[in-house]
C-alpha cells in the first residue's frame, strides 16, 4: 500500500515569510494529491490538490508542485498571516485501481505557527 | 460554506450508552463515504469505507460490531458507536466523495467538521 512522509513536523515563521512543507509517496501509481487544513476543533479543508498530469498549480497564495520521479510534492505559503496557522496534511491517492485504491493515504501532519 | 454536514459537533455520555453521529452531503451525491477517528496531535485514522447502498468496509483492528455504520442514501451515512466506553472517547470525522456539479472536479474527497465524543 502506499506510504506518505511529510515534514517538517513542526513550522514556525514570522508574519510574511514563506513556509514550505514537503511530502514523499511510495507508490508510484498514487495519482492525486490533496492538502488539507485542519483548524483545532475543527475537520480538515482542502485548500488546494494537484493530478499527476501536472508539475505545479497556484491558487493566489498557496501553491502545489510535483515531481512525480523522485515521488514527492510539496505545499508553499507565501506572505504567510497569522490566520494560516493550523496543521497541515499533505495526502495522496490511487485512482487507477492500484493496491491504494480509493483510500486517502495522510502524512503526519505539520503544525504551521505565524508569528503576528 | 461546508459542503459535508456532520452532528453533532461535540457529545457527552455515560459509558455503555450508544451514540449516533450524522454526516450529509449538502449539493452533491456521495458515491463513497468515509469514516476517521483522529487522536490528539495525530493524522486521521480511517476506520471505514461505505457506498450506498451496500455494506461498509472496516480497516484492519476496527471492530465492526463496536462501530455500526449505514449509508441508505446517497447524501446521508450514520456511525453509531454503540456501548460507548471511556476508550471511545475521540474526535470522529466523516468525509464524502463525488462530484459536485455536472463540472466540477471527480473524486474530490470533502470533510466534516468533526465529532468530540467524550464517555464518561
Known amino acids: 500500500g502506499e506510504n506518505v512522509e511529510q515534514h517538517p513536523s513542526t513550522l514556525s515563521v514570522q508574519e510574511g515569510d514563506s513556509a514550505v512543507i514537503k511530502c514523499t509517496y511510495s507508490d508510484s501509481a498514487s495519482n492525486y494529491f490533496p492538502w488539507y487544513k485542519q483548524e483545532l476543533g475543527k475537520g480538515p479543508q482542502l485548500i488546494i490538490d494537484i493530478r499527476s498530469n501536472v508539475g505545479e498549480k497556484k491558487d493566489q497564495r498557496i501553491a502545489v508542485t510535483l515531481n512525480k520521479t523522485a515521488k514527492h510534492f510539496s505545499l508553499h505559503i507565501t506572505e504567510t498571516q497569522p490566520e494560516d496557522s493550523a496543521v497541515y496534511f499533505c495526502a495522496a491517492i490511487d485512482y487507477a485501481g492500484g493496491t491504494s485504491y480509493g483510500k486517502l493515504t495522510f502524512g503526519q501532519g505539520t503544525i504551521l505557527t505565524v508569528h503576528p | 460554506g461546508a459542503v459535508v454536514s456532520q452532528h453533532p459537533s461535540r457529545v457527552i455520555c455515560k459509558s455503555g450508552t450508544s451514540v449516533k453521529i450524522e454526516c450529509r452531503s449538502l449539493d452533491f451525491q456521495a458515491t463513497t463515504m468515509f469514516w476517521y477517528r483522529q487522536f490528539p496531535k495525530q493524522s486521521l485514522m480511517l476506520m471505514a469505507t461505505?457506498?450506498?447502498?451496500?455494506?461498509?468496509?472496516?480497516e484492519q483492528g476496527v471492530e465492526k460490531d463496536k462501530f455500526l455504520i449505514n449509508h441508505a442514501s446517497l447524501t446521508l451515512s450514520t456511525l453509531t458507536v454503540t456501548s460507548a466506553h471511556p476508550e471511545d472517547s475521540s474526535f470522529y470525522i466523516c468525509?464524502?466523495?463525488?462530484?459536485?456539479?455536472?463540472?466540477?472536479?471527480?473524486?474530490?474527497?470533502?470533510f466534516g467538521a468533526g465529532t468530540r465524543l467524550s464517555v464518561l
Open positions: 468525509s464524502a466523495r463525488g462530484q459536485r456539479g455536472a463540472s466540477g472536479a471527480k473524486n474530490i474527497q470533502y
Open positions: 461505505s457506498n450506498e447502498g451496500s455494506k461498509a468496509t472496516y
